[in-house]
């Protein structure tokens, strides 16, 4: 049983950063997807972008691309997501994801999930 710990949410300025963790335990070997996405009230959620895990190649969604920026530590079983740039359209609550599926932006493709971690930019 795989479980995720997203943390590093908070409240920051527009034009502001922060980074998101995503602690993995229970069960990492092999390769697989690591996914972010993000849900703000009301809205679907929506895929931010995923890094494959054996190699670190990552894939953004176009928002994303150019502002925030995936990584991992292999070692420590850490994803990361640093998002720079941020505006207020970013706030949201942030999941990670793990996926034996790789190269995939679909939500139902993701078998485990964090609880979210909330994003909030102020304008």
């Known amino acids: 049983q795989v479980q995720l710990v997203e943390s590093g949410g908070g409240l920051v300025q527009a034009g502001g950063s922060l980074r998101l963790s995503c602690a993995a335990s229970?069960?990492?070997?092999?390769?697989?997807?690591m996914g972010w996405f993000r849900q703000a009230p009301g809205k679907e959620r929506e895929f931010v972008g995923f890094?494959?895990?054996?190699?670190?190649?990552?894939y953004y969604v176009d928002y994303a691309k150019g502002r925030f920026t995936i990584s991992r530590d292999n070692a420590k079983n850490m994803v990361y997501l640093q998002m720079n740039s941020l505006k207020p359209e970013d706030t949201a609550v942030y999941y990670c994801?793990?996926?034996?599926?790789?190269?995939?932006?679909?939500?139902?493709?993701?078998?485990?999930w964090g609880q979210g971690t909330q994003v909030t930019v102020s304008s």
């Open positions: 229970g069960g990492t070997t092999g390769d697989y997807a």
């Open positions: 890094i494959r895990w054996s190699t670190g190649s990552t």
């Open positions: 994801a793990s996926s034996r599926i790789l190269f995939t932006a679909r939500p139902n493709d993701y078998n485990y």
